[in-house]
């Protein structure tokens, strides 16, 4: 059954910093990863899809990469400010056409 | 503007009183399905549905029963609900079960059941 983890838990830094969030799966027979940002109370959005094929995706400030056969995958957000502030879930699309979540990493961008 | 509604955004009931989460998606998507997100539990899948009339059971499905009659709509129903399905539940879809594709969510239903 896969599991997915992320690390740290939670995060605190200072407003200009570069991060790095990460997440690890334990089966590597994935479709996609996908990242995702939840704000308190709302829905999700998502940022960044990476295919099983591809190495990294970057949109804007964010660069996610995935690295399948040792079934992991980060997250690097540059320059971050407060409005970063949200918790952040990736997700793996199964082959057993499912998605499963992370327990995701609650971030602090402090100013 | 492509969207998936939830409905309803809040719902307070009480024990055995059936319910319904209404679930649409104006994309034209094949691929739905169901989450519950608990504190220290994360998001869970319920049911998904690869297409109309094709539906299966995600992690959590006890207590829960949906359908899939039509392609925009993905109906979660409740027949006798129970303070432990007291949570936040999301519908999400994406183009398709079997192509590669971005999975979009609703905003998320909170369900008090008292």
């Known amino acids: 059954k896969q599991e997915v983890t992320q690390i740290p838990a939670a995060l605190s830094v200072p407003e200009g910093e570069n991060l790095v969030l990460n997440c690890s799966f334990t089966?590597?027979?994935?479709?996609?990863l996908q990242w995702f940002r939840q704000d308190p109370g709302k829905g999700l959005t998502s940022l960044l899809l990476i295919q099983s094929s591809q190495r990294e995706q970057t949109s804007g400030r964010l660069n996610a990469s995935l690295d399948k056969s040792s079934g992991r995958s980060t997250l690097y957000i540059a320059a971050s400010q407060p409005g970063d502030s949200a918790t952040y879930l990736c997700a793996v699309y199964n082959y057993g056409q499912n998605f499963v979540f992370g327990p995701g990493t609650r971030l602090s961008v402090l100013p | 503007e492509a969207q998936v509604t939830q409905n309803p955004r809040y719902l307070i009931t009480v024990t055995g009183k059936k319910l319904t989460v209404t679930c649409s998606q104006n994309?034209?998507?094949?691929?739905m399905s169901w989450y519950r997100q608990d504190p220290g539990l994360g998001l869970r899948q319920i049911y998904y549905?690869?297409?109309?009339?094709?539906?299966d059971k995600g992690d959590v499905p006890e207590g829960y029963k949906v359908s899939r009659k039509e392609k925009r709509n993905f109906p979660l129903i409740l027949e006798s609900p129970s303070p432990n399905q007291t949570s936040l539940y999301f519908c999400?879809?994406?183009?398709?079960?079997?192509?590669?594709?971005?999975?979009?969510f609703g905003q998320g239903t909170r369900l008090t059941v008292v």
């Open positions: 089966d590597s027979a994935i479709y996609n």
């Open positions: 994309m034209n998507h094949e691929y």
């Open positions: 999400a879809s994406s183009l398709s079960g079997t192509v590669r594709t971005e999975a979009f």
């Open positions: 549905s690869m297409n109309v009339e094709v539906t």
